[in-house]
Protein backbone atom coordinates (compact mmCIF):
# COMPACT_ATOMS: atom_id res chain seq x y z
CA UNK A 1 0.00 0.00 0.00
CA UNK A 2 1.57 3.51 -1.26
CA UNK A 3 1.55 5.65 2.24
CA UNK A 4 2.03 8.84 0.30
CA UNK A 5 -1.82 7.84 -1.88
CA UNK A 6 -3.44 7.12 1.15
CA UNK A 7 -4.75 10.19 3.31
CA UNK A 8 -5.79 9.68 7.06
CA UNK A 9 -8.20 11.99 8.46
CA UNK A 10 -7.68 11.79 12.58
CA UNK A 11 -10.95 13.09 13.79
CA UNK A 12 -10.87 14.05 17.88
CA UNK A 13 -14.40 15.10 19.61
CA UNK A 14 -13.60 17.73 22.17
CA UNK A 15 -15.39 19.25 24.89
CA UNK A 16 -12.88 21.69 27.31
CA UNK A 17 -9.61 19.12 26.60
CA UNK A 18 -7.18 21.99 26.91
CA UNK A 19 -5.24 19.59 29.03
CA UNK A 20 -5.21 16.52 27.08
CA UNK A 21 -5.45 17.31 23.79
CA UNK A 22 -1.91 18.52 23.11
CA UNK A 23 -0.62 15.49 23.92
CA UNK A 24 -2.54 13.20 21.37
CA UNK A 25 -1.95 15.97 18.59
CA UNK A 26 1.94 16.17 19.21
CA UNK A 27 1.75 12.55 19.12
CA UNK A 28 0.09 12.38 15.42
CA UNK A 29 2.71 14.76 14.22
CA UNK A 30 5.08 12.81 14.76
CA UNK A 31 4.40 10.66 11.70
CA UNK A 32 6.99 10.54 8.99
CA UNK A 33 6.48 13.39 5.91
CA UNK A 34 5.77 10.30 3.97
CA UNK A 35 2.18 10.03 5.40
CA UNK A 36 -0.56 12.23 4.21
CA UNK A 37 -3.05 12.75 7.12
CA UNK A 38 -5.07 15.92 8.15
CA UNK A 39 -6.67 16.33 12.02
CA UNK A 40 -9.84 17.62 12.55
CA UNK A 41 -10.45 18.49 15.62
CA UNK A 42 -14.57 18.62 16.05
CA UNK A 43 -14.88 20.99 18.81
CA UNK A 44 -18.72 20.80 21.32
CA UNK A 45 -18.38 24.36 22.06
CA UNK A 46 -15.92 24.57 24.79
CA UNK A 47 -15.33 27.03 27.27
CA UNK A 48 -11.34 26.55 28.01
CA UNK A 49 -8.15 26.88 25.59
CA UNK A 50 -9.22 23.54 23.87
CA UNK A 51 -10.03 25.60 20.12
CA UNK A 52 -6.85 27.94 20.51
CA UNK A 53 -4.38 24.82 21.61
CA UNK A 54 -5.60 22.91 18.44
CA UNK A 55 -5.26 25.79 15.81
CA UNK A 56 -1.59 26.55 16.85
CA UNK A 57 -0.54 22.81 16.92
CA UNK A 58 -2.19 22.62 13.48
CA UNK A 59 -5.26 21.02 13.40
CA UNK A 60 -8.16 22.40 11.60
CA UNK A 61 -11.27 23.03 14.29
CA UNK A 62 -15.06 22.59 13.30
CA UNK A 63 -17.89 23.57 15.82
CA UNK A 64 -20.93 21.60 16.49
CA UNK A 65 -24.14 22.39 15.76
CA UNK A 66 -25.20 23.89 19.03
CA UNK A 67 -28.98 22.88 17.53
CA UNK A 68 -27.67 18.77 17.22
CA UNK A 69 -28.38 16.47 20.60
CA UNK A 70 -25.01 16.96 22.49
CA UNK A 71 -23.75 13.22 22.03
CA UNK A 72 -19.96 12.63 21.00
CA UNK A 73 -21.62 10.93 18.01
CA UNK A 74 -22.47 14.27 16.91
CA UNK A 75 -19.09 15.23 17.45
CA UNK A 76 -17.27 12.83 15.68
CA UNK A 77 -19.87 12.72 12.70
CA UNK A 78 -19.41 16.84 12.76
CA UNK A 79 -15.30 16.11 12.28
CA UNK A 80 -16.12 13.34 9.57
CA UNK A 81 -18.08 15.85 7.57
CA UNK A 82 -15.52 17.84 6.60
CA UNK A 83 -12.72 14.80 6.27
CA UNK A 84 -11.05 13.72 3.30
CA UNK A 85 -9.19 11.22 4.37
CA UNK A 86 -9.43 7.70 2.85
CA UNK A 87 -9.15 6.02 6.31
CA UNK A 88 -11.05 7.90 9.38
CA UNK A 89 -9.38 7.19 12.84
CA UNK A 90 -11.07 8.66 15.57
CA UNK A 91 -9.64 9.53 18.91
CA UNK A 92 -11.03 10.65 21.99
CA UNK A 93 -8.87 13.88 23.42
CA UNK A 94 -7.33 12.28 26.42
CA UNK A 95 -5.87 9.20 24.70
CA UNK A 96 -1.76 8.73 23.37
CA UNK A 97 -0.57 7.10 20.60
CA UNK A 98 3.06 6.33 21.72
CA UNK A 99 4.29 5.31 17.88
CA UNK A 100 2.05 6.87 15.32
CA UNK A 101 4.73 5.52 12.68
CA UNK A 102 3.57 2.08 13.77
CA UNK A 103 0.24 2.27 14.24
CA UNK A 104 -0.88 3.58 10.67
CA UNK A 105 2.39 1.16 9.16
CA UNK A 106 -0.31 -1.63 10.40
CA UNK A 107 -3.19 0.35 9.69
CA UNK A 108 -2.27 0.13 6.09
CA UNK A 109 -1.76 -3.41 6.28
CA UNK A 110 -4.74 -4.66 7.61
CA UNK A 111 -6.74 -2.65 5.23
CA UNK A 112 -4.93 -3.91 2.67
CA UNK A 113 -7.96 -6.65 2.95
CA UNK A 114 -11.13 -5.19 1.00
CA UNK A 115 -13.04 -6.78 3.50
CA UNK A 116 -11.99 -5.42 6.29
CA UNK A 117 -13.98 -2.20 6.54
CA UNK A 118 -13.02 -1.09 10.17
CA UNK A 119 -11.34 -1.85 13.42
CA UNK A 120 -10.05 -0.64 16.53
CA UNK A 121 -6.38 -1.16 18.85
CA UNK A 122 -5.83 -2.37 22.00
CA UNK A 123 -7.04 0.04 25.02
CA UNK A 124 -4.45 0.54 28.14
CA UNK A 125 -4.70 3.13 31.35
CA UNK A 126 -1.64 5.44 30.95
CA UNK A 127 1.48 3.29 31.67
CA UNK A 128 2.59 5.92 34.56
CA UNK A 129 -0.73 5.80 35.92
CA UNK A 130 -1.44 2.07 35.50
CA UNK A 131 -2.40 -0.21 38.84
CA UNK A 132 -3.87 -3.32 39.22
CA UNK A 133 -7.42 -3.38 38.70
CA UNK A 134 -7.00 -1.10 35.21
CA UNK A 135 -4.64 -3.89 33.99
CA UNK A 136 -7.04 -6.77 34.88
CA UNK A 137 -10.47 -4.49 33.24
CA UNK A 138 -8.62 -3.78 30.46
CA UNK A 139 -7.26 -7.41 29.52
CA UNK A 140 -10.46 -8.88 30.00
CA UNK A 141 -12.30 -6.11 28.08
CA UNK A 142 -9.94 -6.28 25.27
CA UNK A 143 -10.56 -10.17 24.92
CA UNK A 144 -13.99 -9.80 24.66
CA UNK A 145 -14.08 -6.97 22.14
CA UNK A 146 -11.55 -9.30 19.94
CA UNK A 147 -14.17 -12.12 20.35
CA UNK A 148 -16.74 -9.92 19.57
CA UNK A 149 -15.25 -9.41 16.60
CA UNK A 150 -15.92 -12.66 15.35
CA UNK A 151 -19.65 -12.78 15.38
CA UNK A 152 -22.75 -10.44 14.35
CA UNK A 153 -22.81 -8.78 17.43
CA UNK A 154 -19.77 -6.69 18.10
CA UNK A 155 -18.98 -4.04 20.96
CA UNK A 156 -16.20 -1.91 20.88
CA UNK A 157 -15.22 1.33 23.04
CA UNK A 158 -15.37 4.49 21.32
CA UNK A 159 -11.72 6.05 22.65
CA UNK A 160 -10.18 4.83 18.94
CA UNK A 161 -12.42 3.13 16.34
CA UNK A 162 -10.81 3.25 12.94
CA UNK A 163 -12.62 3.14 9.68
CA UNK A 164 -12.74 2.92 5.47
CA UNK A 165 -13.99 6.75 4.32
CA UNK A 166 -16.40 4.97 2.14
CA UNK A 167 -17.64 2.06 4.89
CA UNK A 168 -18.21 5.33 7.27
CA UNK A 169 -20.61 7.24 4.59
CA UNK A 170 -22.50 3.65 3.61
CA UNK A 171 -23.62 3.20 7.10
CA UNK A 172 -24.14 6.85 7.65
CA UNK A 173 -21.53 7.40 10.30
CA UNK A 174 -22.50 7.39 13.90
CA UNK A 175 -26.01 7.66 15.15
CA UNK A 176 -26.09 10.99 16.99
CA UNK A 177 -29.56 10.29 19.29
CA UNK A 178 -27.74 8.02 21.01
CA UNK A 179 -26.08 9.43 23.98
CA UNK A 180 -24.43 5.74 25.36
CA UNK A 181 -23.21 3.02 22.99
CA UNK A 182 -23.20 4.98 19.86
CA UNK A 183 -19.49 3.61 19.18
CA UNK A 184 -20.77 -0.83 19.46
CA UNK A 185 -23.87 0.46 17.35
CA UNK A 186 -21.36 1.69 14.93
CA UNK A 187 -19.56 -1.08 14.46
CA UNK A 188 -22.67 -3.27 14.54
CA UNK A 189 -24.16 -2.14 11.22
CA UNK A 190 -20.02 -1.91 9.89
CA UNK A 191 -20.00 -5.09 10.64
CA UNK A 192 -23.17 -5.93 8.24
CA UNK A 193 -21.44 -4.69 5.55
CA UNK A 194 -17.57 -6.01 5.47
CA UNK A 195 -15.10 -7.14 8.22
CA UNK A 196 -13.85 -6.05 11.69
CA UNK A 197 -10.80 -5.98 12.47
CA UNK A 198 -8.85 -6.11 16.25
CA UNK A 199 -5.27 -4.93 16.11
CA UNK A 200 -3.79 -7.05 18.83
CA UNK A 201 -0.41 -5.70 18.81
CA UNK A 202 -1.52 -1.95 18.73
CA UNK A 203 -2.04 -0.17 21.82
CA UNK A 204 -3.81 3.10 22.68
CA UNK A 205 -3.63 4.84 26.21
CA UNK A 206 -6.47 6.51 27.83
CA UNK A 207 -6.94 8.44 30.83
CA UNK A 208 -8.37 6.59 34.09
CA UNK A 209 -10.56 10.22 35.17
CA UNK A 210 -13.64 8.31 34.24
CA UNK A 211 -12.92 4.92 36.06
CA UNK A 212 -11.46 6.99 38.94
CA UNK A 213 -14.35 8.98 39.58
CA UNK A 214 -16.91 6.45 38.82
CA UNK A 215 -15.36 2.41 39.56
CA UNK A 216 -15.24 -0.31 36.98
CA UNK A 217 -18.88 -1.70 38.77
CA UNK A 218 -21.04 1.61 38.52
CA UNK A 219 -19.25 1.71 34.68
CA UNK A 220 -20.14 -1.85 33.65
CA UNK A 221 -22.98 -2.03 35.26
CA UNK A 222 -24.60 1.65 34.00
CA UNK A 223 -23.18 -0.14 30.34
CA UNK A 224 -25.06 -3.43 30.54
CA UNK A 225 -28.10 -1.24 31.53
CA UNK A 226 -27.92 1.22 29.00
CA UNK A 227 -27.07 -1.51 26.18
CA UNK A 228 -29.71 -3.78 27.49
CA UNK A 229 -32.71 -0.71 27.50
CA UNK A 230 -31.67 0.51 24.31
CA UNK A 231 -31.77 -2.58 22.83
CA UNK A 232 -35.42 -3.85 24.30
CA UNK A 233 -36.94 -0.28 24.51
CA UNK A 234 -35.14 1.07 21.49
CA UNK A 235 -34.16 4.25 23.19
CA UNK A 236 -31.72 6.01 25.90
CA UNK A 237 -31.90 5.35 29.46
CA UNK A 238 -29.33 8.24 30.12
CA UNK A 239 -30.56 11.85 28.71
CA UNK A 240 -26.51 12.30 28.78
CA UNK A 241 -23.40 10.20 29.06
CA UNK A 242 -21.96 13.01 31.97
CA UNK A 243 -18.29 14.12 31.33
CA UNK A 244 -15.26 14.07 33.78
Given at each position: ???????????????????????????????????????????????????????????????????????????????????????????????????????????????????????????????????????????LFNNIVRFSFTTKAPISGGQCQIVKGFAFREVNGYNGNIV?????????????????????????????????????????????????????????????????
Amino acid sequence: MDNMKIKVSFIIPALNEEKGIAVLIDDINKLDKNYNYEIIVADGNSTDKTVEIAKKKGALVIRDNKDAPKTIANGRNTGAGIATGDIFIFCDADTVIKDPNNFLSEVFTVFQDSQVVGGTPSLSIFPDETILKDKVFHYLFNNIVRFSFTTKAPISGGQCQIVKGFAFREVNGYNGNIVHGEDSDFFRRLRKIGKLHFFTNLVVYESPRRYRHFGYVVLLMQGIYSMAYQHIFKKNVFKEWRRV
